[in-house]
């Protein structure tokens, strides 16, 4: 079964630009998450998604936004980039029904997005 | 919110020895999830063991097992037989298992060398 997959792998913007980050989950999975992951602040979570739907959001200015497809592809999206939005995103797929507790519940990590804001 | 803390920036080892992390986790739940992660220099986390709270049998797998002490609120992970492939950046992370709250809480990271 194929893992999760995150598109582009690099990418280089400048400040006050926008990007759009996406995320397809392994098959079957319904949830998505987005973490980023900087050297300073080590990993943090952004929001997740489940079934369409935001069921949780971190500690993130409103700059960062994102959503969920019927497929459970998922993208995510920040406006008005700064320098110090330059991090690693991560995004992680979990809960394939028919699974229960910590099975459901694990998440799968894809390769990562490198953002570098100039 | 949830802490996780991991106290050893960086960990060395000799090859086919073994290793030990530590995880510590601030919690006032009685059932969560607790996982270590793999980071190494590719960037992607790989899964490397995970732990439900109420199961008190320590996880194991191959030669990664957990050393969880529930009342102490300590995950430890215990890497055996140390090979050039287990050099990476490993992650705690406690999850809880109840509510609305789906994240996972990473601790720091420990950053571990392999000496051949």
């Known amino acids: 079964k194929a893992g999760v997959t995150q598109t582009p792998r690099y990418l280089i913007k400048t400040r006050g630009q926008q990007v759009t980050l996406s995320c397809s989950p392994i098959s079957g999975h319904r949830s998505v998450s987005w973490y980023q992951q900087t050297p300073g602040q080590g990993l943090q979570f952004l929001f997740e998604?489940?079934?369409?739907?935001?069921?949780n959001k971190g500690n993130f200015p409103g700059r960062f936004s994102g959503r969920q497809f019927s497929n459970s592809r998922s993208e995510m999206n920040v406006s008005t980039l700064e320098l110090g939005d330059s991090a690693l995103y991560l995004c992680?797929?979990?809960?394939?029904?028919?699974?229960?507790?910590?099975?459901?519940?694990?998440?799968?990590f894809g390769p990562g997005t490198r953002l570098l804001v100039l | 919110a949830q802490t996780v803390t991991q106290s050893q920036p960086e960990m060395s080892v000799q090859e086919a020895e073994t290793v030990t992390l530590s995880c510590t986790y601030d919690t006032s739940e009685s059932d969560y999830y607790l996982f270590w992660y793999k980071q190494p220099p590719s960037r992607q986390m790989i899964l490397v063991i995970r732990q439900e709270a109420y199961k008190q049998q320590n996880a194991t797998e191959n030669r990664f097992s957990v050393n969880f002490q529930k009342a102490a609120k300590s995950f430890s992970l215990k890497i055996s037989d140390s090979q050039l492939g287990d050099a990476a950046m490993y992650f705690c992370?406690?999850?809880?298992?109840?509510?609305?709250?789906?994240?996972?809480?990473f601790g720091a990271g420990t950053t571990v060398t392999v000496r051949a």
């Open positions: 992680a797929s979990s809960f394939l029904e028919g699974l229960a507790g910590v099975l459901a519940e694990t998440q799968y």
């Open positions: 992370a406690y999850r809880s298992s109840w509510g609305n709250d789906y994240k996972l809480s």
């Open positions: 998604y489940f079934s369409e739907t935001q069921r």
